[in-house]
């Protein structure tokens, strides 16, 4: 059975950083693409950074996220990561970790992805 879980989220000040984590079980995220999405109160939800099966090796970034946030891949521990620099207050969201069994170009639009986490809520406020 295929599953994603988020974890990591929680309150950090403007300017500071945090680390989610998107561990993978009933596939290896290397075979996947794995996306990460949020959704702010009242607004939709929107891609965030995603990066395609390895042997694709394409990443997407948000604009309003590019130089600040980072998508990996731990092949070891089966995770993908989302390392989030430089926050601020409207980064303060739900963040969403989803997964998709496709080839080709990362595609970072949610109506791609098949499998979703629960997600962690991310707050950014002084």
């Known amino acids: 059975q295929v599953q994603v879980v988020e974890s990591g989220g929680g309150l950090v000040q403007p300017g500071g950083s945090l680390r989610l984590s998107c561990a993978a079980s009933?596939?290896?995220?290397?075979?996947?693409?794995i996306g990460w999405f949020r959704q702010a109160p009242g607004k939709q939800r929107a891609g965030v950074a995603c990066?395609?099966?390895?042997?694709?090796?394409?990443?997407y970034y948000a604009s309003s996220v590019k130089g600040r946030f980072l998508i990996s891949r731990d092949n070891a521990k089966n995770t993908v990561y989302l390392q989030m620099n430089s926050l601020k207050p409207e980064d303060t969201a739900i963040y969403y970790c989803?997964?998709?069994?496709?080839?080709?170009?990362?595609?970072?639009?949610?109506?791609?992805?098949?499998?979703w986490g629960q997600g962690t809520q991310v707050t950014v406020s002084s």
């Open positions: 009933g596939f290896t995220v290397t075979d996947y693409g």
């Open positions: 990066i395609s099966r390895s042997s694709d090796g394409s990443t």
């Open positions: 989803a997964a998709v069994d496709a080839y080709g170009k990362v595609q970072c639009d949610a109506g791609w992805y098949d499998y």
